[in-house]
């Protein structure tokens, strides 16, 4: 039997929903001595790992960002050296908007081989799911993912830049900052585009609701949308089956 | 037995790997007893339906877009209507940049019931399997999918507004396009942002050039670069670990 060699396999999770996983991604957590877990990650995928792997949480505890990546560096390193394969399991794709990078790169400069196992990512997903086309023919040809919250906790001012443009914008880590977004919008003149802000895609508690710039806070309110949610602006949300019936409605009774 | 109800299930067949694909595709279809699959879906991923169960090529020809896309519509709806379950399976994700949208309205005007599998995009998963994230703390904290090519197959007016922010940009469809893009990001003198190229990305054949705005068309050349291709512009591209080794090497020179 060949003696096993030190491997870190980051492995995108997928967006929430268990059968939204990968075969590649199974066959990972299948062959993992070690799993390093987050909080955005379904548990019932941990039931593919082998009886005696270690599943180690190591979910993040808000305002302590930097601290604890520094930690979940050292573990994987010292995992794996113990010629172990350690996976680390991450909602969504493990290279956006996850420091898989970071972990990657840290992992390589203690001659650690790595590999990567793309996931399905909850910015396209959820709409996806949603009946919402991020792109759609003569209404928008290309789509922008942004997180709303920096490292700083300040707003992204991509979002400024965004709200000028007429790419279907994606905002992730945004409920909080809903006002915000609408008020630059608003700005823009553009009071009138649709929003979807969608609450636990793709598991059974998901919720969302549909309006546009200018009724959307009022409607999450009353829906009490919190967080993990998604929130997608521009024209296309306005394909969803339910706005484009009610449109369809609107058409019989008007024209 | 209860007697089957017509259905059409859009399913995404993710980016070229046949590994992948979730387990929510392939139950959806072991189910199907149609199945219309486009040019870029790995035939593979074909080997998982009933043996009794149709399998129809529909790949789009080139200059024929739309007259294609109403026969596929009409296909749909007349294999359903026989009270069958009919798999639409599509490269990547099904909702974006596909006309899955109008796939599902088209049907459900009919009163067919339709359900969506989401599936790994290209435009995520390539990058990420090239270890080039497209997101990352300090360098971007945002990203911009663009198909290069309209319907009109005039270059996109997105890039232009892209090439402004900082964005890291994503570019499908766009390597015949590589001059014109160039020449965007240079008029606002952003020859140096780092430029990926990625064709047949995730499948044994994958191939591809890492360079600048002002080196890559020559690189492309030279690597005899074709489609169909991924194009990463921003400066996550130097994060690759070939470009981030020789960056080290050059501080360990010059420093």
Same mark, same amino acid.
């Given at each position: ?8 396999? #980051? ?11 990968? #075969? ?15 909080? #955005? ?47 680390? #399991? ?7 908007? *996850?420091? *898989? ?7 390589? /400069? ?10 399905? /990512? ?15 023919? =003569?209404? /928008?040809? /290309? ?82 949308? =919190? ?29």
């Amino acid at each position: 039997m060949l003696s096993k060699q030190p491997k870190l396999t #980051l492995v995108g999770a997928g967006p929430g929903d268990p059968e939204l996983i990968t #075969l590649k991604a199974i066959r990972a957590i299948e062959s993992a001595d070690v799993i390093l877990y987050d909080a #955005l990650v379904n548990k019932v995928l941990l039931e593919y790992s082998a009886e005696k792997a270690l599943k180690i949480f190591v979910g993040k505890r808000a305002g302590l960002h930097s601290l604890i990546q520094t930690e979940i560096n050292e573990l994987i390193v010292e995992y794996a050296l113990k010629n172990n394969h350690v996976v680390r #399991l991450k909602g969504g794709d493990p290279m956006i908007f *996850g420091r *898989g990078q970071e972990e990657i790169e840290h992992a390589q /400069s203690y001659g650690i081989e790595t590999a990567i196992v793309p996931g399905i /990512s909850s910015a396209i997903a959820v709409p996806t799911l949603q009946h919402i086309p991020l792109t759609a023919r =003569g209404v /928008s040809e /290309s789509f922008w993912v942004i997180t709303a919250t920096k490292a700083n906790h300040e707003i992204s001012k991509d979002i400024e830049i965004a709200s000028q443009s007429s790419a279907t914008v994606v905002i992730l880590m945004g409920t909080q900052k809903i006002k915000e977004i609408v008020k630059i919008y608003q700005q823009q003149g553009k009071g009138n585009i649709g929003v979807a802000i969608i609450q636990n895609g793709t598991s059974e508690n998901e919720k969302y609701v549909l309006g546009t710039i200018d009724t959307i806070t009022e409607k999450a309110e009353d829906a009490q949308i =919190g967080s993990p949610a998604v929130i997608v602006v521009g024209e296309v949300v306005k394909l969803h089956p339910k706005m484009l019936h009610a449109s369809n409605l609107y058409q019989t009774q008007w024209v």
